[in-house]
T-cell receptor, first 114, second 113 residues
Framework: DAKTTQPNSMESNEEEPVHLPCNHS???????IHWYRQLPSQGPEYVIH???SNVNNRMASLAIAEDRKSSTLILHRATLRDAAVYYC???????????????FGKGTLLTVNP | NAGVTQTPKFQVLKTGQSMTLQCAQD?????MSWYRQDPGMGLRLIHY???????DQGEVPNGYNVSRSTTEDFPLRLLSAAPSQTSVYFC????????????FGNGTRLTVT
């Protein structure tokens, strides 16, 4: 059963911020929240991850709710190259089966309008 | 540093044929895994490995075999291909730590007729 829930699709305009939500109400205290994206006809690529605190990198920002039951991937200025499927997954930091049997749902298809 | 390399990029098989999809990584990652992706679907885990000599099943293991004799390589074998195995296959690797990002290959597009 799905550990994370994401909207099927979202739309944005170029150069505007995009907030992609992810719900993970059954997250455990040792689960890291990872985000990946998949451009058309390519393999998924890592975007960002976090545990409790908000995180920033050159690609995006990750905002994690205080109770950790949801998170938001923020693209500060969407470009046409950001059009992709975005996946949110959980990965157990303690190791073991739940760390290895990583489940990717259908993700969120982001459309960026010029 | 090539990352995760998958070969071939494309393959067409007839029903009943066998083949091996190759996956190699040069990052000394302990964890390697195989996913399949069908049109409009997410990624489904086939098999994974946490080190040489250690493999385990994912969500959809039937019809596929794996082995891990070295850290670098994790081949996926289809012993008797079926049309239901038509899909895009992705290999991924990472360190086994939970905060380690997965690195994916560019995929193998397999068609079984």
């Amino acid at each position: 059963d799905a550990k994370t829930t994401q909207p099927n699709s979202m739309e944005s305009n170029e150069e505007e911020p995009v907030h992609l939500p992810c719900n993970h109400s059954t997250i455990s205290g040792t689960d890291y929240i990872h985000w990946y994206r998949q451009l058309p006809s390519q393999g998924p690529e890592y975007v960002i991850h976090g545990l409790t605190s908000n995180v920033n990198n050159r690609m995006a920002s990750l905002a994690i709710a205080e109770d950790r039951k949801s998170s938001t991937l923020i693209l500060h200025r969407a470009t046409l190259r950001d059009a992709a499927v975005y996946y949110c997954i959980l990965r157990d930091g303690t190791g073991g089966g739940s760390n290895y049997k990583l489940t990717f749902g259908k993700g969120t298809l982001l459309t960026v309008n010029p | 540093n090539a990352g995760v390399t998958q070969t071939p990029k494309f393959q067409v098989l007839k029903t009943g044929q066998s083949m091996t999809l190759q996956c190699a990584q040069d990052m000394n990652h302990e964890y390697m895994s195989w996913y399949r992706q069908d049109p409009g679907m997410g990624l489904r885990l086939i098999h994974y490995s946490v080190g040489a000599g250690i493999t385990d099943q994912g969500e959809v293991p039937n019809g596929y075999n794996v082995s891990r004799s070295t850290t670098e390589d994790f081949p996926l074998r289809l012993l008797s291909a079926a049309p239901s195995q038509t899909s895009v296959y992705f290999c991924a690797s990472s360190y086994i730590r939970g905060n380690s990002p997965l690195h994916f290959g560019n995929g193998t597009r397999l068609t079984v007729t």
